[in-house]
C-alpha cells in the first residue's frame, strides 16, 4: 500500500497520466518538436536504411509494465525520428510538397487535445460551426462562388471517391443508393471520364464506386499534358452509341506528373451539354487560386459540381486534410445520411451533422489547424508565399531553358518544374529511340546521384515517354540558397555521370 502512493494512476493500471506529468512530458515533446524544425538540415533528408532495419530494433513483444517516459523518448530521438523520410525539410521537392507548418501543428495538437469527434453537431457544437466557417473562408479565399458548400475529409482520394459516388446518385432513374450496382442485368454499364494524366485515386474511387476500372475511360491529352475536349465530347458519343452510360468527367487542375491544367470551362460545357457531373481533383493546383492574379490558370473550374484541393499538400497544413467543395450538398446527403436509433437523439434539426456527406461516422476536427493556419498566416500573407514558390520555381525554369545542356519537359504553370539533361549535342537526334533509352538512363542516374547527397531529395515522372527529373517547391523553409543547391547537385550529377564513352 505504501508503494502504491508514489505510483502514478497509470502505473497503478487505473487511469490516464497524472495531469501534472502530462504537463512536464508535453514540454518536453513541445522542446522536441521545436529543435527538431530548427535543426532540420541537420539529418539527411533520407535516411540510410534497409527494409527492417527499424523494426529489428523494436521489441517483439509489448512491454507488460509500465516504462519509464524518458526510456520512451529516449527511443523515439535514437530510433523514430533519425529514420523517417524528412519532409519537413527544406532540401525535400519530390512528390508534391506536404509539410507541417508551425500554426498547423499548433492547431493539431489542440484538437488532439480536444479529441473532439465532429460527427454530429450535438457532439461536437463549436468543431462542426468552425468547420463551416473555414470552408467558406477557403471558399472565398480560392475565388469560389458562395453556392459551394463543402466539408474537409482525409484525403484527395476519398474526397473524389466520395464525389464519384455523389455523381452515380445523381444518375437519373437508376437508385443505385438503394438498389446497389450487382444483380441488374438491365443497368446499363457506367462510364466515367479523365484524362491520361488523371491520378490513380481516380480509378480507385470507379472501383469502389462500382463503376470498375473498365468503366474509366481515360481521353487523350495534347501535348502539354491538357485533356483534349473534343476527344472527350467524341468519346462520350461513342460510349452512348454503344451502349455505356456516361455519368461523370474528372478533369485535373495540376496533374501529378506535370501539373498540366484540363481546360476547366470547356469540361464544363461538355457536361452541361451533356448531363454529366464535373469533378475537378485540384488536390495540388488548387491552391494556385488563393493568388488572384494566378485564377486565371483555373478559369472555368467554378462551374464544376464538385471540387477537391488539399491543404495538406501547397497550403502547409499537417496531414491529413482535404477540402471537398460541392454545390449540391443534398446528393451526399441523400446517398450517405444514415440515422440508427443508437445516434437519432444527437441529429439536431437545422443544424449541420457532417457525418451525414460522407462515409466515416467518426471524423477528426481538421478545421481548427487550417483557422489556426489561415488566422497566423492571413490570406494575403498565404497568396505572398505562393508567389514566392512560384517565382522560385520560374528562376529554375529560366535556368534549365537557358542552358542548352538541358530541356524542360513541360509548362511550368505552378511550382513543379519537370526537365531532363540532354546536352546539346544531342538536340537533333533525342527522337531517337536508341539516344531515347540513353537519355533515360543518363536521367535516372542524375537523379540518384542527387537523392544520394541526401540534402536534396527528388522524385522523378515519364512525360510523352521520356525520364524527367521532376522538382517540386512549395515547402515554407525552402529558400533561393535551397534551389542554387538543388541547381548545383543537378550540374555536378550531369558532369559526373558516366556517359560510357558516347560521342555527343
Ligand atoms: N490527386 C492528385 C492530382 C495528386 O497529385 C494526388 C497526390 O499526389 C492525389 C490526388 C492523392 O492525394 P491524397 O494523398 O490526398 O489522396
Request: net charge negative; with cysteine.
Given at each position: 500500500?505504501?508503494?502504491?502512493?508514489?505510483?502514478?494512476?497509470?502505473?497503478?493500471?487505473?487511469?490516464?497520466?497524472?495531469?501534472?506529468?502530462?504537463?512536464?512530458?508535453?514540454?518536453?515533446?513541445?522542446?522536441?518538436?521545436?529543435?527538431?524544425?530548427?535543426?532540420?538540415?541537420?539529418?539527411?533528408?533520407?535516411?540510410?536504411?534497409?527494409?527492417?532495419?527499424?523494426?529489428?530494433?523494436?521489441?517483439?513483444?509489448?512491454?507488460?509494465?509500465?516504462?519509464?517516459?524518458?526510456?520512451?523518448?529516449?527511443?523515439?530521438?535514437?530510433?523514430?525520428?533519425?529514420?523517417?523520410?524528412?519532409?519537413?525539410?527544406?532540401?525535400?521537392?519530390?512528390?508534391?510538397?506536404?509539410?507541417?507548418?508551425?500554426?498547423?501543428?499548433?492547431?493539431?495538437?489542440?484538437?488532439?487535445?480536444?479529441?473532439?469527434?465532429?460527427?454530429?453537431?450535438?457532439?461536437?457544437?463549436?468543431?462542426?460551426?468552425?468547420?463551416?466557417?473555414?470552408?467558406?473562408?477557403?471558399?472565398?479565399?480560392?475565388?469560389?462562388?458562395?453556392?459551394?458548400?463543402?466539408?474537409?475529409?482525409?484525403?484527395?482520394?476519398?474526397?473524389?471517391?466520395?464525389?464519384?459516388?455523389?455523381?452515380?446518385?445523381?444518375?437519373?432513374?437508376?437508385?443505385?443508393?438503394?438498389?446497389?450496382?450487382?444483380?441488374?442485368?438491365?443497368?446499363?454499364?457506367?462510364?466515367?471520364?479523365?484524362?491520361?494524366?488523371?491520378?490513380?485515386?481516380?480509378?480507385?474511387?470507379?472501383?469502389?464506386?462500382?463503376?470498375?476500372?473498365?468503366?474509366?475511360?481515360?481521353?487523350?491529352?495534347?501535348?502539354?499534358?491538357?485533356?483534349?475536349?473534343?476527344?472527350?465530347?467524341?468519346?462520350?458519343?461513342?460510349?452512348?452509341?454503344?451502349?455505356?452510360?456516361?455519368?461523370?468527367?474528372?478533369?485535373?487542375?495540376?496533374?501529378?506528373?506535370?501539373?498540366?491544367?484540363?481546360p476547366a470551362g470547356a469540361l464544363a460545357?461538355?457536361?452541361?451539354?451533356?448531363?454529366?457531373?464535373?469533378?475537378?481533383?485540384?488536390?495540388?493546383?488548387?491552391?494556385?487560386?488563393?493568388?488572384?492574379?494566378?485564377?486565371?490558370?483555373?478559369?472555368?473550374?467554378?462551374?464544376?459540381?464538385?471540387?477537391?484541393?488539399?491543404?495538406?499538400?501547397?497550403?502547409?497544413?499537417?496531414?491529413?486534410?482535404?477540402?471537398?467543395?460541392?454545390?449540391?450538398?443534398?446528393?451526399?446527403?441523400?446517398?450517405?445520411?444514415?440515422?440508427?436509433?443508437?445516434v437519432s437523439a444527437s441529429v439536431t434539426?437545422?443544424?449541420?451533422?457532417?457525418?451525414?456527406?460522407?462515409?466515416?461516422?467518426?471524423?477528426?476536427?481538421?478545421?481548427?489547424?487550417?483557422?489556426?493556419?489561415?488566422?497566423?498566416?492571413?490570406?494575403?500573407?498565404?497568396?505572398?508565399?505562393?508567389?514566392?514558390?512560384?517565382?522560385?520555381?520560374?528562376?529554375?525554369?529560366?535556368?534549365?531553358?537557358?542552358?542548352?545542356?538541358?530541356?524542360?519537359?513541360?509548362?511550368?504553370?505552378?511550382?513543379?518544374?519537370?526537365?531532363?539533361?540532354?546536352?546539346?549535342?544531342?538536340?537533333?537526334?533525342?527522337?531517337?529511340?536508341?539516344?531515347?533509352?540513353?537519355?533515360?538512363?543518363?536521367?535516372?542516374?542524375?537523379?540518384?546521384?542527387?537523392?544520394?547527397?541526401?540534402?536534396?531529395?527528388?522524385?522523378?515522372?515519364?512525360?510523352?515517354?521520356?525520364?524527367?527529373?521532376?522538382?517540386?517547391?512549395?515547402?515554407?523553409?525552402?529558400?533561393?540558397?535551397?534551389?542554387?543547391?538543388?541547381?548545383?547537385?543537378?550540374?555536378?550529377?550531369?558532369?559526373?555521370?558516366?556517359?560510357?564513352?558516347?560521342?555527343?
Amino acid at each position: 500500500m505504501s508503494d502504491d502512493k508514489r505510483l502514478t494512476p497509470a502505473q497503478l493500471g487505473v487511469g490516464d497520466m497524472d495531469p501534472e506529468e502530462f504537463r512536464a512530458a508535453a514540454h518536453r515533446v513541445v522542446d522536441r518538436v521545436a529543435d527538431y524544425l530548427a535543426g532540420l538540415e541537420a539529418y539527411p533528408i533520407v535516411p540510410d536504411l534497409k527494409p527492417g532495419d527499424v523494426r529489428s530494433q523494436l521489441p517483439a513483444t509489448p512491454p507488460g509494465s509500465p516504462e519509464p517516459l524518458d526510456d520512451i523518448l529516449g527511443d523515439y530521438a535514437r530510433l523514430i525520428e533519425p529514420n523517417i523520410t524528412h519532409w519537413q525539410h527544406p532540401g525535400f521537392m519530390a512528390y508534391f510538397t506536404s509539410i507541417a507548418s508551425g500554426p498547423g501543428i499548433l492547431g493539431e495538437w489542440l484538437a488532439t487535445g480536444l479529441n473532439s469527434n465532429v460527427m454530429f453537431w450535438k457532439n461536437a457544437p463549436a468543431s462542426t460551426e468552425l468547420e463551416e466557417r473555414v470552408v467558406e473562408w477557403l471558399r472565398s479565399m480560392l475565388g469560389l462562388p458562395g453556392d459551394f458548400d463543402g466539408m474537409f475529409t482525409d484525403t484527395a482520394s476519398v474526397s473524389s471517391l466520395l464525389a464519384v459516388v455523389a455523381a452515380r446518385h445523381s444518375i437519373p432513374g437508376l437508385d443505385t443508393t438503394e438498389k446497389g450496382m450487382a444483380g441488374h442485368p438491365d443497368m446499363p454499364r457506367l462510364r466515367m471520364y479523365c484524362s491520361t494524366e488523371a491520378h490513380f485515386s481516380i480509378e480507385k474511387a470507379a472501383v469502389v464506386a462500382g463503376v470498375g476500372r473498365e468503366g474509366v475511360r481515360r481521353i487523350p491529352a495534347d501535348d502539354e499534358y491538357r485533356m483534349r475536349p473534343d476527344l472527350l465530347a467524341e468519346a462520350i458519343a461513342e460510349d452512348r452509341d454503344a451502349g455505356w452510360l456516361p455519368f461523370c468527367v474528372v478533369g485535373t487542375v495540376g496533374t501529378t506528373s506535370s501539373t498540366s491544367v484540363d481546360p476547366a470551362g470547356a469540361l464544363a460545357e461538355i457536361c452541361r451539354r451533356e448531363g454529366l457531373w464535373l469533378h475537378l481533383d485540384a488536390a495540388y493546383g488548387g491552391t494556385a487560386a488563393l493568388v488572384p492574379e494566378m485564377r486565371s490558370l483555373l478559369e472555368g473550374w467554378e462551374r464544376a459540381d464538385s471540387i477537391v484541393v488539399n491543404p495538406h499538400k501547397w497550403m502547409w497544413t499537417p496531414f491529413d486534410a482535404s477540402l471537398l467543395l460541392f454545390r449540391a450538398p443534398e446528393r451526399f446527403r441523400e446517398v450517405f445520411s444514415l440515422v440508427p436509433e443508437y445516434v437519432s437523439a444527437s441529429v439536431t434539426a437545422g443544424a449541420h451533422n457532417y457525418n451525414e456527406y460522407g462515409i466515416q461516422m467518426g471524423r477528426r476536427f481538421r478545421a481548427l489547424k487550417m483557422w489556426m493556419l489561415i488566422r497566423y498566416f492571413g490570406a494575403h500573407g498565404m497568396a505572398e508565399r505562393v508567389r514566392h514558390h512560384v517565382r522560385m520555381a520560374a528562376s529554375l525554369r529560366d535556368r534549365i531553358d537557358d542552358d542548352p545542356d538541358w530541356e524542360r519537359l513541360a509548362p511550368v504553370p505552378f511550382s513543379t518544374v519537370c526537365f531532363r539533361y540532354r546536352p546539346a549535342g544531342l538536340a537533333d537526334r533525342s527522337e531517337q529511340p536508341e539516344i531515347g533509352r540513353q537519355l533515360d538512363a543518363w536521367n535516372e542516374e542524375i537523379l540518384n546521384r542527387v537523392n544520394a547527397s541526401r540534402r536534396i531529395y527528388l522524385s522523378h515522372t515519364r512525360l510523352a515517354g521520356r525520364y524527367a527529373i521532376r522538382v517540386t517547391l512549395g515547402n515554407l523553409r525552402a529558400r533561393t540558397e535551397h534551389v542554387e543547391r538543388c541547381w548545383d547537385l543537378l550540374e555536378a550529377a550531369a558532369r559526373g555521370v558516366d556517359f560510357g564513352g558516347k560521342t555527343l
